[in-house]
């Protein structure tokens, strides 16, 4: 099955500048990559996804880059800010073969002042 | 809201009791699933329904008992537990579709076995 890892496991940057999340999947089936963002206390909550036909995809602050050969994907937080603090967790998943949805084992990102 | 609402929020239980955990959507979505979330294994996929049908079963210890009497619905009956069974139990939901994939997530159950 799907085996999802994912680096590193805490983060801490300075307010302004950027974070790298970075995962690895192990199933060249995977075709569908989404980010969540789970804040203290609440439930994990998407925030931008990636499928396997396009290599990045950017919305505002948040991009994300997608390596098919060598199955690796990267979440990119440009000019973090204090409530960019939360856990993050990547997931993969193969739309057309099942529903489940791996997770990696999440990166909790600090924001310092 | 998400629109995925689990209950009880909290839940203290000795390791002879029998309790559920339930979660309800009304967004429509066809597949279900159930996560635990601890600190060791952060998002630990447990089952997937879909279209009321039981798609995974992760190798979980037979004390969890799934039920999903119709697409909106999703049980967790638990039975004999084990403190180290104490997490966050989370459902989720999803089109179950190839071209709507987003899981919702509800606000969770915190078990606390005793």
């Known amino acids: 099955g799907e085996n999802v890892e994912q680096h590193p496991s805490t983060l801490s940057v300075q307010e302004g500048d950027s974070a790298v999340i970075k995962c690895t999947y192990s199933?060249?089936?995977?075709?569908?990559f989404p980010w969540y963002k789970q804040e203290l206390g609440k439930r994990p909550q998407l925030i931008i996804d990636?499928?396997?036909?396009?290599g990045e995809k950017k919305d505002q602050r948040i991009a994300v880059t997608l390596n098919k050969t060598a199955k690796h994907f990267s979440l990119h937080i440009t000019e973090t800010q204090p409530e960019d603090s939360a856990v993050y967790f990547c997931?993969?998943?193969?739309?057309?073969?099942?529903?489940?949805?791996?997770f990696g084992k999440g990166t909790r990102l600090h924001i310092l002042p | 809201e998400t629109g995925v609402t689990q209950t009880p929020r909290h839940l203290v239980m000795g390791m002879t009791n029998k309790k559920s955990l339930k979660c309800e959507q009304h967004?429509?979505?066809?597949?279900m699933y159930w996560y635990k979330q601890s600190a060791k294994k952060p998002l630990e996929l447990m089952f997937v329904?879909?279209?009321?049908?039981?798609?995974e079963n992760n190798s979980v210890p037979s004390r969890f008992s799934p039920e999903c009497p119709n697409s909106s619905h999703l049980f967790l009956h638990l039975h004999t537990l084990q403190p180290e069974d104490s997490a966050l139990y989370l459902c989720?939901?999803?089109?179950?579709?190839?071209?709507?994939?987003?899981?919702?997530f509800g606000q969770g159950t915190r078990l606390t076995v005793v």
């Open positions: 989720a939901s999803s089109h179950g579709d190839r071209e709507a994939f987003e899981a919702f």
């Open positions: 199933d060249s089936a995977s075709n569908y």
């Open positions: 990636i499928r396997s036909n396009v």
């Open positions: 997931a993969a998943s193969n739309s057309h073969r099942d529903d489940k949805i791996i």
């Open positions: 967004l429509g979505h066809n597949a």
């Open positions: 329904y879909n279209f009321k049908e039981q798609t």
